[in-house]
């Protein structure tokens, strides 16, 4: 071990620690608006991922007519309970709002795969596939039961997980895929040799934190967000309804994981199953963060990131084993740190 | 009404207990098409499409079932085959546990097993399993005669951290360690990886001469993009689990020259004509590229096919000795299948006896290297 | 308790099942068998305690792994592979729940996933464990010289388990410490504050499941004679907890239930799916998956419910009268109970109770008023050590208790209602007024599964009987406590009270939302208390309901006491007029 190595080890874990943080931010997000454990988050990579490589190959992937589906079945979901007439009379103008985005998606999907050449157009058909997921999910799995026990909810979630997961393997087969390289740009600073893909990772990913740091703290939706994951109830009584902080929050967390999985696309091989491993390591992450702040889930991935790519190092046979065991010194210093337990009482 | 749902299904289940047997064979068959084995599964399970429906004028049945590459499943799975369908033979599965766990049941059971997959259980456990891929070691020792062949003495190993990597690391230092090629380091990387730098840095650090990956399929592109990226020029070897043309998909230019042992009909059609195995692999790459597209072919279908070719040279002889579903035609398809006739499958050339139950020989290896996009024969 | 006749029909199906069923059905049912363990492991830990465990499958892991190296590497015996797996589990089960429980609920499935992760990466690379080919070759069992290695008789073996484990967790959840483990989910205060180590109990039940999946690891063991890593990774451990959330993770029989349902139907599903659909693919994961969501879009406590509900219902007697509980030895009247002594807490910036001192004597009924917000309840929750001190010191029968927690505070001999009704809404009357008495027993979990405790137990279940009988609710024994109405709701925490034979009584709003004749009958029963040596201390609202009972009235504002004295002189002190009016008399 010289400084070579540790910058060379060092790279890697910041590459791939920014990807993990990114994903931590997404699942404190999500769970402290609507108190989910967001475990099918990974599965949103995967397709954004392998949506991509699909486009890349001239192929319209799968993952359009799951939403196109999604619309469908959401408009069906807020139909359920209304009166014939009145549903009926909803139909259209539902039709036209939750329809509208899927079918946008769809389209320019069909003429992104026509054209494999242009890596913007695929880029905005991805996120525009994979982003309406997420609320789509929300409003299909969650907000039905949106006062159940975090219990449930992450039962649920597990779920969605498998059903996604599933789903991913129809769509896209058994085998890996990998996208072509944004750049294959690379220059050498001292020893290292740094591509413009991993500057491009570490880029994209502050890029999205100070965004969502903006989000948050100056616009009206975020300071609606804050307001819900602060005082549930509170913010219901200023007008915020937690249905649509649910949606936003899962939308969010959708085109992050989207981002995410732009980014691994061309430096991986993703298998329909690849994002559930990869979210974890972004739940660990958050762990260290208490699932509660932003600040400690990003240094918690960081954490990961350097973990993952020392243990791969010196031990690579039990990496995994190492880096998900980094939980149990994590948890045993918030029990040790927590007084008291802080389990909620039903009244 | 769901609890009453719920009853009807239950009553259904104890109802379809119970099965057919006749003047029909039943092939029962357990692999894994989902789960972590899904990639090699679902090329295993397309090579039934090209499996005729009779032999000798006997209809033949396949009862595929599906495990998700678990062993507790497959282990289900088997026993179903052999109590409900009453299975003349077993075959699968995809991963090693998977078939280690069913190889346990043919023998339980006395039913003969065609394992698709390497198993880990000693010869003498072995009486009623009869297996198809090449031995490990048998490919691995191809590799090591290349490596020899170009003056070779270090090698870094990296592999998937599954049975898989196991195999192959254990098949390389069989043969590697009386050629006096050391081993100079050994990493693991698991499929769903998003990066082995780590691995490949310490790879770097011990400077070998080549490079073997125990990856499989196109989870074994990963470490030689690392490799070539991090400007590593050396040769880089593969094994048999890897050969497909994702695999070059996926690894693009960095995998140019990436050499793998293989089974003939991956590189049938630049055999000599003189190989033993040549017109029946290039018939079955035609016959499966034609429903599969070009360039579909595999090994994990060969394995399949040739498990079938086994079968179909044993069955006529068992046809004599007993009736199809029962035990006499179980023993009589074993003892068929033992009996030393040699059956020239699309991996090579079988003779399978009492103390063999594997019978290949060097004939079954080829070295395949990727060249200009393609896996061809690689030229001594 | 309940019919005893669905049990009754279900054992004799599983008892006759080797005769009806084919041979594979045999073995589906050991499968089914093994999974029930596991799943019934889950039910105690997610249905009943409200707590839950992705990582089940790593525990079954250990058991197998434990007696396939016991076996085939040493050659000892099955029984001591038993032995090492339970151990390993145990201690393995106790440091996670040690490590996690403290915290909120989130973070045991979240501790278990990366649990399960890790264990099945470490299965996988350890040589000794045979890496990721695992260990074949493990013997079967062995009983008196009975090779246990066929499907029937591997099916008895596994079902007589089920059967005693089932019979051992229904005896456990119908016992003193069943009713404890029921209140983990979402009513630890309360129990704290009768008595019940609540963080203890958590990591018992943990450890209990986690040994009920590790029982199941070595019968898996034997009974497939063969281990790797790969049915022990997590999505192992997310179908066990699917089986107990579908059958129904509130009851026992919903672990057989689960099991039987997720194993049938993945084997019909494929059967059937790839006709229905012709194509590759995981179908089955996604079928599970929107079943699971849409079922828990219906209700949370799974389908054994709705067989519950077709099933004819057992009639339900009083518990037969035992010996009395033996009783606190009663204070002489007047004797210093309770000294306050300038106690202040605040929550961040605010003073919710300040500089406030009181004294209470033995043998009284003292009320304790104020405007919302004075801080009345805040002095509950100080007295009985649900919250700390800020400043300032509590005696009670002279020995400092401020620095003390409700359970060791509860033991002295003080018991409290809540002010919202804090009780299991759907355990009967009678369970939840056993629950106050907690303390006066003492079996633990291992007799209460064998049903040693039994004398014990209905000495506790007739004081429970007597007390709801003594408060009024002697007609609604066997009533879910949720269908009370709200003012027996609160009359049903008094009587939860009375059961821990209390010296204080801390009464929060006991009167609210009762009628008059019912109020009439609350203050009788409060005077027989007193008589009976019993001090009360109870917050109020009405000031007629206090002015006929109370001896004394407290009145307290801004976490101030501002007047103390008989009701009559309380209630024309100008400063309580003025609080309460805001006006100036």
Redesign the interface.
Known sequence: MNLDIALWLSQDAITNGAVYALLAIALVLVYTVTRIIFVPQGEFISFAALSLASLQAGQVPGTVYLLIAGGILVVAADSVGLPRAVALQRLPGRLIRQMALPLAAGGIAWWSASRPDDLWLQIVATLAIVTPLGPMVYRLAFQPIAHASVLVLLIVAVAVHYVLTGMGLVFFGGEGLRSNPYSSLSFNVGVLNVTAQSLLIVFASVTLMAALWFVFERTLYGKALNATAINRTGAQLIGVSPSFSGQLSFALAAFIAAISGLLIAPTTTVYYDTGFLISLKGFVGATVGGMASYPLAVVGSLLVGFLEAGSSFWWSAFKDSLVFTLIVPVLLWRSLATPHSEGDERQ | MRASWVTALGLAGLLCAGGASGQEITIGVTMGTTGPGASLGINYKNAFQLMPNAIDGVPIKYVILEDGSDPTAAAKNARQLVAENHVDALMGAVSVPSTTQIALIAEETKTPLIALAPVALPPEKLGWVFIVPQPVPLMMGAVVDDLKSKSIKTVGYIGFSDSWGDLVLKALKQSADPAGIKIVDEERYARADTAVTGQIVKILIAKPDAVVVGGSGTGGALPQIALRDRGYKGPVYHNHGTINREFIKVGGAAVDGAIAPTGPLMVAEELPDSHPVKKVAVDFDQAYEKIFGAGSRNAFAGYSYDGFLLLKAAIPAALKAGKPGTPEFRQALRDALESGQAVVGVHGVYTQTKSDHIGLDGRAVVLAVVDGGAWRLLKK | MKARLPPMIAIAAIAAAPL??????I??MN?IGLASLVALGLVLL?GVA???S?GQAAFVGLGAYATAVVTTRYGWSPWLGLAVGMTLTATAALFLG??????????L???T???G???Y??F??LVFL?????I??IPPLSLFGWTIDTGWRLYLVIWLVVLLALLAARNLLDSRIGRAIRTL??????AESFGVD??RLKIIVFVYSALLASLAGWL?AHF???V????FGIN?G?DY??MA?IGGSGHIWGAV?GA??LT??R??L??IL?HLLG????????V???L??LL??RT?SG?MP??VR?LPGGRLLRPVAAAPLPQRPRLARGETLLAIDRVSKSFGAIGAVRELSFELKAGGIVGLIGPNGAGKSTVFNLATGLLPVTAGSIMFRGQRIERLGSREIAELGIARTFQ?P?LLADRSALENAAIGAHLRGEAGLIAASLRLERAEEARLRDEAARQLERVGLGANLHDAAGSLPLGSQRILEIARALCADPLLLLLDEPAAGLRHLEKQALAALLRDLRDDGVSILLVEHDMNFLMGLADRVLVMEFGRLIADGPPHAVQSDPAVLEAYLGVAA
Not at chain 3, 20 to 25: A, F, Q
Not at chain 3, 98 to 107: G, V
Not at chain 3, 185 to 190: E, I, L, V
Request: hydrophobic share 45%.
């Open positions: 009806l069923l084919s041979d594979y059905y073995i589906l499968y997610t409200g707590l839950t992705f040690f490590i996690t429980l403290r915290l909120s609920d989130q973070y499935p979240l501790g996933i990366a649990w992760i890790s264990i990466f470490a996988g690379n045979g890496e990721h080919s695992g074949p070759g989910n979402g009513h630890a205060r309360m609540t963080g898996y497939l004679r063969y790797s890593p790969s049915p192992a997310i907890l699917f959330v239930a039987s349902i049938l139907m084997e019909w494929k059967d790839p194509r590759n693919g995981n179908y089955e994961i996604i599970f998956g929107l699971v969501v828990l879009h949370s389908l709705f067989l077709m919202h804090n």
